[in-house]
Nanobody
Framework: VQLVESGGGLVQAGGSLTLACAAS????????MGWYRQAPGKQRELVAT????????DYTDSVKGRFTISRDNAKNTMYLRMNSLKPEDTAVYYC??????????WGQGTQVTVSS
């Protein structure tokens, strides 16, 4: 499984961005997908997850009500809509996919910078 993120960039505080993660390869083996982020000098943290059937989503508290995770299995693509962005959202955002046998895959990351 290969994951490629896109959609990062520079945005002013209060603005919006939508990240996309395109999966290829053995995509039928993917169960859970999610977004992580890592700010400079900090550990990578979980932002949001979504199950394969899209019925269950989960968010870290700091993004609840502002970010929305979604997934289009027909296009093998996952999205993260980010609204009301804050400078503290600045980080490299990584796409993650978990297979049914506990295997994990990561994208290369996309930079999101929010200016104050």
């Amino acid at each position: 499984v290969q994951l490629v993120e896109s959609g990062g960039g520079l945005v002013q505080a209060g603005g919006s961005l939508t990240l996309a993660c395109a999966a290829s390869g053995y995509t039928f083996s993917i169960n859970l997908m999610g977004w992580y982020r890592q700010a400079p000098g900090k550990q990578r943290e979980l932002v949001a997850t979504i199950t394969r059937d899209t019925t269950n989503t989960d968010y870290t508290d700091s993004v609840k009500g502002r970010f929305t995770i979604s997934r289009d299995n027909a296009k093998n693509t996952m999205y993260l809509r980010m609204n009301s962005l804050k400078p503290e959202d600045t980080a490299v955002y990584y796409c993650m996919a978990e297979g049914y046998y506990g295997d994990f895959y990561w994208g290369q990351g996309t930079q999101v910078t929010v200016s104050s």
